[in-house]
C-alpha cells in the first residue's frame, strides 16, 4: 500500500518537491514502511500514512480517516435521536475549546464553558492528532487552527465512534463542573421547533462573541486582509522564481 501511493504520489502529485525536497520524502515513505512490522487495520496504517502526505505541505492533498461506515441498519438503530455528542456546539481558539451553543437536556451548561476533558481526553490531544496528520498550504500556520474548528466534530467522531453517552470535564471562570449527555429520541414533529431553538441559540452566541466593529475598525480590517492576501501572493511567487524550498535554493537553471 505504501509503495503503490509513494509511486503514484511522485509520478502524478504536481510539485510534490515545492515544499519538501524529493529525497526527503522519499525518506519518510522508507521511514513509514520500516516502522511496520505487522498486519494494521486502516485506522492504525492511517496514522503511519498520513503524516507522510502532510509533510508535502499541501492543504487539499490529505489522506481521509476511515471512518465508521453508515449502514441502513446504522441508519435506522439512530433514525431520530439526537447524540451525545452534537447537543453541543464547539469552537476552538487560541488553543482552546469552547461550549458555544447547547440544547443538552442539562440546563446548567453556560456557553462559553471551556472544555477540559472529553471522556477522559483533552482536546488538545486531538488538535495534536489532527496537526501531524494534516496541514495548510505552505509553511502557512493559520489555516490548520481553523481546519481543525471546522473538522473537530469528525476528529472525535474517527476516534471514539458513535456514542450514547459522553461526559464532559467543563469550566466556566474558576468553577470546574462535569456534565453527561444522553442520547435522546426525537419525535418528527418536535424535530422543527428544536432546530429553531438550536439556530436562535446559536445566533445569540455568536453575538455574544463577536465584537462589534465600528466602520472605520471594519475598513481597517478589510484593506489589513488585502494588504496581507497580496503579500503572501508575492512571497509564493517569488519563492517559485528563485526555487526556494525549505530556506535554500535548490533549482537548477539550464543554459
Known amino acids: 500500500d505504501i509503495d503503490f501511493t509513494q509511486r503514484k504520489f511522485m509520478k502524478m502529485h504536481p510539485d ?10 522519499n525518506d519518510l515513505f522508507a521511514q513509514a514502511k520500516a516502522n511496520i512490522s505487522e498486519p494494521l487495520t486502516p485506522s492504525e496504517f492511517y496514522k503511519h500514512i498520513a503524516p507522510v502526505i502532510a509533510a508535502v505541505r499541501q492543504g487539499h492533498s490529505r489522506v481521509v480517516f476511515p471512518s465508521e461506515k453508515i449502514t441502513k441498519k446504522y441508519s435506522k438503530k439512530y433514525k431520530d435521536t439526537r447524540g451525545p455528542f452534537s447537543q453541543f456546539g464547539y469552537a476552538w481558539t487560541n488553543d482552546t475549546l ?5 440544547v443538552s437536556a442539562n440546563k446548567n451548561v453556560a456557553l462559553g464553558s471551556k472544555v477540559l476533558q472529553i471522556n477522559g481526553v483533552a482536546p488538545k490531544t486531538l488538535y495534536a492528532d489532527y496537526v501531524r496528520n494534516n ?3 505552505g509553511f502557512n500556520t493559520t489555516y490548520i487552527e481553523k481546519g481543525f474548528d471546522k473538522r473537530f466534530a469528525q476528529q472525535f ?8 453517552s459522553i461526559s464532559y470535564v467543563l469550566q466556566c471562570q474558576d468553577s470546574i463542573y462535569t456534565v453527561t449527555n444522553k442520547r435522546f429520541s426525537i ?3 418536535e424535530l422543527e421547533p428544536l432546530l429553531d431553538s438550536l439556530a436562535v441559540v446559536k445566533a445569540d ?5 463577536k465584537k462589534k466593529l465600528t466602520k472605520e475598525e471594519r475598513i481597517l480590517a478589510k484593506a489589513k486582509k488585502k494588504e496581507e492576501r497580496e503579500t503572501i501572493k508575492k512571497n509564493a511567487q517569488k519563492r517559485r522564481m528563485l526555487g526556494v524550498v525549505n530556506g535554500t535554493f535548490n533549482r537548477e537553471l539550464l543554459f
Do not use: E
Request: glycine share 2%; no cysteine.
Open 157 to 164: 467522531l474517527d476516534r471514539f465512534g458513535t456514542l450514547d
Open 16 to 25: 510534490s518537491d515545492l515544499y519538501i525536497p524529493a529525497d526527503s520524502l
Open 187 to 189: 419525535k418528527k414533529k
Open 205 to 209: 452566541s455568536v453575538k455574544t462573541m
Open 135 to 137: 496541514t495548510s498550504d
Open 98 to 102: 469552547y461550549v458555544n451553543l447547547s
